[in-house]
């Protein structure tokens, strides 16, 4: 992939804790979804990622800082990682995912991040649509 990507990074944390408190369950990094999926609602069909504002390029937010050097490496990393979000979520969205973006300076503040769960939550309300494919039987 090329780039740094922690595991159980601060925002992730963050968001599990908060959906925890809204009860509900979930499975993170769901591998064999597009974009791996930080944190899956399988049942719900609801896909969530926690993005770093750096490196996802949250418009207008003031962690997504651009480095003054290496401009023309930086802008064609950046790029990338966009395009490549957008084909993600598409992908997921294609095959009936309900997804939701979560930007990590949204995680800082508690007020938002409870917001986010329950965004989140209400989602989960209103029933699934991922349509499981049925099981091969066994013959
Ligand atoms: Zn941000």
Not at 22 to 29: F, H, V
Not at 95 to 119: D, M, N
Request: glycine fraction near 8%; charge should be positive.
């Amino acid at each position: 992939m090329g780039r740094v990507r922690g595991r159980d990074t601060k925002p992730e944390i963050a968001v599990r804790r908060a959906l925890r408190e809204c009860g509900l369950g979930y499975r993170i990094q769901a591998r064999d979804l597009p974009g791996s999926p930080d944190v899956v609602l399988r049942g719900r069909g609801i896909a969530i990622f926690v993005h770093g504002c750096f490196w996802h390029r949250h418009a207008d937010c003031r962690l997504c800082t651009t480095p003054r050097s290496n401009v023309e490496f930086w802008s064609a990393k950046f790029e990338r990682n966009v395009e490549r979000d957008i084909r993600n979520v598409a992908l997921l969205e294609a095959a009936g995912w309900r997804v939701v973006t979560i930007w990590e300076c949204e995680t800082r503040v508690p007020a938002t991040l409870r917001e986010s769960a329950e965004k989140v939550s209400d989602l989960a309300r209103q029933g699934r649509r991922i349509r499981r494919r049925p099981r091969p039987r066994a013959s």
